[in-house]
Every structure is written in structure tokens, then in C-alpha cells.
């Protein structure tokens, strides 16, 4: 009986925040376009994240060539954003998070901004030794 009433009370709380997000957000995001200054500094930005993640798809890419590990790994450089689907299969995944802490998706689906220049190769050595173990799972 309590419960429902705690829990009646906690939507009717709730439910204003989401129906109604606050403005600040969108007041940042106002300033920042409206003032060329700040917008050219944004827009800087923006491309120094997009060429680091092009930076660290090249960098994965060159060193699991230079490791020869098998498979055509061309699809890092040919897909665009955030996101690379290594072709890994799922329990080449599990390996990765067990045995070297690389967490992904199960699916072999990394945030490429997760990489950097201190750990690419780690990610790039252990990719190479689950696929190793087993060629025939790459895709």
C-alpha cells in the first residue's frame, strides 16, 4: 500500500523533468552557434575529435597489418564514426573482455574514441592473438 503511494508520488515528480527538459542545454548550444567566435572554435573542435578517431581506425588498422593477423581488416578504414564493427565473433568478444579488458559489444562493435596512442597497440596485439587462436572465426 505504501509502496503505490511512494511510487504515485515519485511519477508525478518524474514526469515534469521529461516532459519538460530544462533549457540550459539548449541555451549552450544557441550561444555557441549564434556567435561566429565561438562557433569557429566549436567547429575546430569537432574536427580535431573526427580526424583523432581517423587517426586511431589507421593506427589499428596499420598495426594489425604489420602483425599480418589474418583477415581483411579494410573495413576499419572504409567505416566512418565512432563506431567500428571488428567482425570479431562473439566469443573472440568474451576473450577480449576476460582475458585483456577490452570491453565491447558482443557483437564486436568498439568505440573507437575508447582508443588512444597508449593503448591501440595493447588493443591492436590482442586482437590479434584471439583471432590467431581461432582464424576461422573472423568474418
Known sequence: MA????????KLIVRPMYSNPPLH???IVATILSDESLY??????????????IDMRKALYDILQEKKTPGD???????????TYTGL???QV????????????KNGRISMAGLNSKNV??????????VTESPTQKL
Do not use: D
Not at 597497440?121 to 584471439?130: G, I, M, P, S
Open 121 to 130: 597497440r595493447y588493443v591492436a596485439e590482442a586482437f590479434h592473438t584471439v
Open 73 to 83: 581488416w579494410s573495413h576499419i578504414l572504409k567505416q566512418i564514426g565512432m563506431f
Open 25 to 27: 542545454g539548449a541555451r
Open 94 to 105: 568474451e576473450k577480449l573482455i576476460t582475458n585483456f579488458h577490452i570491453h565491447m559489444l
Open 40 to 53: 569557429k572554435e566549436w567547429a575546430a573542435e569537432v574536427k580535431m575529435m573526427s580526424n583523432r578517431i
Open 89 to 91: 565473433k562473439p566469443e
Open 3 to 10: 509502496l503505490t503511494k511512494v511510487l504515485s508520488q515519485l
